[in-house]
């Protein structure tokens, strides 16, 4: 019985001990060990800590280019501004649009759908899709490789640049914007402007009623974008269908709460 007794004993200061260890730790636990917001738990590698530069130095990742990026590409791409969610840096410059994930594991060259493929007309259709050619290389997750294409004629670019010359692909051009939703926006040498989806590698070609436009910005929730047409200033779906006029001779911007401000430029005649 002596013995029963210090067997009940240990066994209740056992279980106080578990209880004890338990209320000291966090509601939720790690399974396995992996904090599950983390992007090593989504599928992606640890990142590099905050301000540390994406590591292309040592070798080229596979990814989505025929041939690989200069040295300046690498070193621009390595500490270029994160994407939205954190996950891609994006760079474009003489050699081209690139795509690095942060983690250096994946390499992207941009490249376009030709001058032939159909764009949506500004109405509410969605945006053409489509990468031609081949390139033998991993691509993305659940991708694979698909890159380079022959351009037909070529048009007037936007903003002054010049547009592509006959039998040129088109490439491009301006300032790179991401969106919130960690997309790229852009405009090409045929004037015409593009979304990229580092995750799917996919590039959507945008209404054509957004060719020659200047200024697109995204608004905070990225549902909608605002841009110019010489003096003329748009709203529309974030693919630039549906597109309203909200002013001419006018200024706009989001402000915080995702609202349009529209001011009139000084001496301007306000729009009937």
Same mark, same amino acid.
């Given at each position: ?10 066994? %209740?200061?056992? %279980? ?10 966090? *509601?939720?636990?790690?399974?396995? +060990?992996?904090?599950? =917001?983390?992007? &090593? ?6 990142? /590099?800590?905050?301000? !540390?530069?994406?590591? %292309?130095?040592?070798? %080229?990742?596979? =990814? ?19 994407? /939205?969610?954190?996950? &891609? ?43 031609? +050619? ?7 997750? =659940? !991708? ?16 002054? !640049? ?17 969106? /919130?939703?960690?997309?790229?926006? &852009? ?7 593009? *979304? ?12 054509? &009623? ?36 909200? =002013? ?21 005649? /306000?729009?009937?």
């Amino acid at each position: 019985m002596p013995g029963l007794a210090r067997y009940a004993a240990l066994t %209740l200061a056992l %279980l106080l001990l578990s209880g004890c260890a338990r209320s000291n730790t966090a *509601e939720t636990e790690i399974p396995n +060990g992996i904090d599950p =917001g983390s992007p &090593f738990a989504a599928g992606y590698p640890a990142l /590099p800590a905050p301000g !540390q530069p994406t590591p %292309l130095g040592d070798r %080229l990742p596979s =990814g989505l280019y025929a041939s690989p990026p200069s040295a300046d590409t690498l070193a621009a791409l390595a500490t270029a501004a994160p994407s /939205p969610d954190g996950l &891609f840096r994006a760079v474009l410059n003489a050699d081209g649009l690139w795509v690095t994930r942060i983690d250096g594991a994946w390499l992207w060259h941009v490249t376009l759908p030709p001058l032939t493929a159909p764009q949506p007309d500004g109405q509410g259709l969605s945006g053409a899709q489509g990468q031609g +050619g081949t390139q033998g290389q991993t691509g993305a997750p =659940g !991708q694979t490789g698909a890159q380079g294409q022959t351009g037909a004629q070529g048009q007037t670019g936007s903003q002054g !640049q010049p547009g592509a010359a006959d039998g040129e692909a088109p490439v491009p051009t301006g300032a790179l914007q991401w969106t /919130p939703q960690s997309t790229l926006l &852009f405009a090409d040498t045929a004037g015409r402007w593009l *979304e990229a989806d580092p995750l799917t590698a996919r590039v959507v070609l945008l209404s054509a &009623f957004l060719n020659g436009a200047s200024g697109v910005t995204p608004s905070p929730d990225g549902g909608r974008i605002l841009f110019y047409k010489g003096s003329q200033l748009y709203t529309a779906l974030r693919d630039g269908t549906q597109p309203q006029l909200v =002013g001419e001779n006018a200024t706009g911007y989001w402000d915080s709460a995702g609202q349009l401000v529209v001011e009139q430029k000084p001496g301007a005649q /306000p729009q009937q």
